[in-house]
Structures are given as structure tokens and as C-alpha cells.
């Protein structure tokens, strides 16, 4: 597997589960591939961050408000990422990972 690709899996992974057969491959890369067993790391440390963040318990009307942020604040890659990846939060990949990147550094 490339590195390329082991990438891919690790954010598809946020979206949603993979399968066991693919979960595997990235296992065996990320066993063998420094860089990418980092990668692995940081994207496990995103998401348990995100976890800690009420967004659960953002109404249907905030996440609306904050879409129409997101749109306006990034719509190149609003717009990419809406033809791609959806992610639980109904927010493209793209914008999510800058609003968290965002919420992290705060
Ligand atoms: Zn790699």
C-alpha cells in the first residue's frame, strides 16, 4: 500500500468504519511506515479531541448556521468536498478538518 493511499483510509476511517480486509492493509502499512504510524497518531488524537467538544449538542439550526459559515468561509473546498466525502456532521471533510483544526488550537 502507498503512503498515498494509507492517508485515504485514515480520513475515510473518521466517516466512517472500514472493513476488516482494508482495516488490515492500513494495520500492515502503519506497522511498516514511520511517517504514516505518526499520521495515524495525530489523526487519533484529532478525533479524541473532537469527541470532547459538544457537538452533540449543537442544534440542527447551529450546525445549519455554521454549514452556511463553512460555505462562505471556504467555498472552493465546500464545494469539492460536497461531491466527495460526507461526514456524520453533514460538513465536508475539508471544512471539518480546518474547524477542527481551529477548535484545537484554541
Ligand atoms: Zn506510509
Known amino acids: ?6 492517508i485515504e ?9 472500514l472493513d476488516k480486509e482494508q482495516l488490515d492493509e492500513l494495520h500492515r502499512h502503519v506497522a511498516e511506515c514511520e511517517s ?3 499520521e495515524m497518531a495525530d489523526y487519533t488524537k484529532l478525533w479524541r479531541q473532537l ?18 459559515a463553512a460555505r462562505k468561509e ?21 471544512v ?3 474547524l477542527a483544526a481551529a477548535i484545537v488550537s484554541l
Open 1 to 6: 500500500m502507498s503512503c498515498e493511499r494509507a
Open 9 to 17: 483510509l485514515m480520513i475515510d476511517s473518521l466517516v466512517e468504519p
Open 36 to 38: 504514516c504510524a505518526a
Open 51 to 68: 469527541e470532547t467538544v459538544a457537538i452533540p449538542a449543537l442544534t440542527s439550526d447551529a450546525l445549519d448556521r455554521l454549514e452556511a
Open 74 to 94: 471556504f467555498p472552493a473546498e465546500y464545494a469539492a468536498a460536497r461531491r466527495e466525502v460526507r461526514t456524520p456532521l453533514r460538513m465536508p471533510w475539508g
Open 96 to 98: 471539518l478538518q480546518r
